[in-house]
């Protein structure tokens, strides 16, 4: 029934209110009288999702009708954050939703609080999977993003005593209200055992596989709806379960909980997310996990094409796969396998396919992150992918014996086989082989990676790559988050700029509008304030928001530095203690971040800062000049109330190290200045929001090449800077641990002796380039300019203008609206 579709779609009032009480009644059972908070939570999703379902049901209906080439956005990770505000935002209901649960005498922000957000993801390449699928959608691009549906997200981190504690994440515990199975779209998959050789009906050589176990892959769905548009894409997500036949030998013996309990097994593929950025362990469970969604997600696009009666050697013009980092780039070998011994195309053939549908974005620079796996390993999980790989690799070293005649070192190094030791597949080499583009994610990483990491690909095919700087959503990171800003800024130019992001820039004249300025720099107080509500009532530190708020929220990570940072308060301090009259700008430093589980070092780093703030906060000398904050588990919900209150932003890498970074983007968005290096996409933002409005310090990556080529003594910088000697014998003298001198020794002695990450060499212009920071904050007119200079000129920064750069020169994909 039509009429009542489009009453539930666009509800009034009155209907948003009747459709939430019959939601707590008929959905959870429950009256306004009893219900808990969860109940009403759920009651307003459902309300919410009722408001999407119809559009989506188009969408898709509109996409097979029109048989629209799919962008398909293969990632392990999707870190999507709370759902509730971003979807009502995206329906242009905030308001009219916030006043009808005021009616009915409840908070919307109360409400949505509750939700348990998705940590499906460890950090930038999550996020950044998430900023896309929200703007693919916006831009009215068919697609669909396939992941994993973890049963754990990210563990959810509690500071004990100092230290990080990981929990588990159980975020399903109260359902999932915006998720659809749909039992009726599973697929099998293999793992294991051997391959042979069988001859077809028609005569011909074929291999088979014989698995030793199978599981099955069920979806589930939530819709994307972009914003104030008529589309709304799918995000499925892969969950493993047994499959019908989970055990059957185990079971005709007549040992029923015998073969349940293999059950229990299959089921562990999808359980937890692998905590872990930028380190690869090699882990079994973890190579299955990417083949598993992989193969998900390839025999789902088959499905597809199938049905709408399309060719499969066709696969290539109804779908652009994009691999998000290496971690789904099995599915080169696994296209050719489903091609060539599922679907009797012939080799050359299901290559061209192959080649024309992948496309592969490089998210690190960092050694310890490319992907390679033990070849017995690998061999032992996906017999039949080692000997496609085994044939991709052959023909491409003929291709290349042919182009470098006689150069054999640059075969060795160009192989999808690493055989300088033990031997291992090289995912990355397997992603540039099989793909038609390859692009890194800002100008310098892309750059770098031509020069570097991937310079013999580059030798070879030049014109595959390419660069696409990342973006985030205005959607999610200004108008959900920061809602006085949001109100401001469409006051002065109007609301087009949360759909056509590259409009802020009319903000620009405003800078000098003292009306505006005032206006602007109130909300970042009002900003402030609330956070540091939050702060207080998750750390009990009390903090002043008439200081400047420091801000460092990442993954904590050597090479992000966060130790540079706690190396700078520290000279604060000990200047302080000499002399406890000196004029400061108050500041409070706030970090936060999680630490990989088994990353020791980096644990002590957070132990270094909460040891740090629990002397410089309790010392009476400091008179509450300095505080130091860790906000415990930092996630999306709790980056949505940081990102609005900071006025500094600290990307302080070492220059090279930081692909791009995007937490630097939604703090200009929203009006922090940036201290950083130049690494990663600061450069970028450093071009856009011009010179001035940057706090530029540290080494160039060229100048970190030529003095690790000469050789860097660290030692030579601790004796040859005063303060830098005071700080680092301060730190390990025991003063911040109650006199242990043996916690910080391993961090400080590495500072000292070899430094991978060159804090010693950056050392002093950080902490000058600081002291320009204080000298620009006490103007307070003059910070505010700078900062209302920031927002206006972030536009390059949004999702959307990373989206359409690879819908043009990566996917030739164009927008294909769905009337309403
Ligand atoms: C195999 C272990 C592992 C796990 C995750 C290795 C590498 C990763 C990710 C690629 C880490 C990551 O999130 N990288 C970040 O990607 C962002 C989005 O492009 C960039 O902005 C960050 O600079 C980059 O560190």
Known sequence: ???????????????????????????????????????????LAHTIRDCMLRTWFDTASSYKAKHSRMVAYLSAEFLMGPYLGNNVLNLGLMDEVKAAIAELGLDFDDLANQEEEPGLGNGGLGRLAACFIDSLASLEIPAIGYGI?????????????????????????????????????????????RTETYTDDAGKFRVRWVPEKTVAGVPFDSPILGYRVNTANTLRLWRAEATEAFDFPTFNRGDYLGAVSKKVTSENLTKVLYPNDESDQGKELRLEQQYFFVSCSLQDMLRIQINRGQPVTEFHLAFAIQLNDTHPAIGVAELMRLLVDEHQIVWEQAWDVTRQTFAYTNHT?????????????????????????????????????????????????????????????????????GSSAINGVAELHSELLKRDVLADFYAMWPEKFTNVTNGVTPRRWIALSNPRQTSLVSRAIGNDWIKDFSRIKELEPFADDAGFAADW???????????????????????????????????????????????????????????????????????????APGYHRAKLIIKLITSVGDVVNNDPAVRDRLKVVFLPNFSVTRGQRIYPAADLSEQISLAGKEASGTGNMKF????????????????????EVGADQFFLFGLTAEEVYALRARGYSPSDYYRNNAELHAVLDLIRSGFFSRGDANLFAPLIDELMHTDPYMLLVDYQSYVDCQGEVDRTYRDTQDWTRRSILNAARSGKFSSDRSIRDYAERVWKVGPAPVSS
């Open 668 to 687: 200009a968005m929203n009006g922090a200045l940036t201290i950083g290096t130049m690494d990663g996409a600061n450069v970028e933002i450093r071009e």
């Open 149 to 193: 549906r973890y049963e754990y997200g990210i563990f959810y981190q509690t500071i004990i005593d100092g230290w990080q504690v990981e929990n588990t994440d159980k975020w399903l515990r109260y359902g999932n209200p915006w998720e659809i199975q749909h039992a009726e779209w599973s697929v099998e998959i293999k793992l294991g055992g």
């Open 521 to 595: 720099q109130a909300i970042k107080r009002d900003n402030k304030i609330e956070l540091a509500g939050q702060l207080l009532q998750r750390t009990g530190i009390r903090v002043d928001p008439d200081s400047m708020f420091d801000v460092q929220v990442k993954r904590i990570h050597e090479y992000k530095r966060q130790h540079l940072a706690v190396l700078h308060i520290v000279a604060l301090y000990h200047r302080l203690k000499s002399d406890p009259n000196l004029d400061v700008v108050p500041r409070t430093f706030i970090f936060g971040g999680k630490a």
């Open 365 to 433: 620079l960092l050694p310890e992150a490319l992907e390679r796996w033990p070849l017995k390993l690998f061999e032992r999980v996906l017999p039949r992918h080692l000997e496609i790989i085994y044939e991709i690799n052959a023909r491409f070293l003929n291709e290349v014996r042919i182009r470098f005649l006689g150069d054999e070192s640059r075969l060795s190094r160009l192989s999808l086989i690493d055989e300088s030791g033990e031997r291992y597949v090289r995912m990355a080499h397997l992603a540039c082989v």
């Open 1 to 43: 029934n039509a009429a009542l579709g489009r009453d539930r779609s666009l509800p009034t009032r009155e209907g948003l209110k009747r459709a939430f009480l019959d939601h707590l009644l008929y959905t959870q059972n429950k009256s306004l009288a009893i219900a808990s908070r969860n109940d009403l939570y759920q009651a």
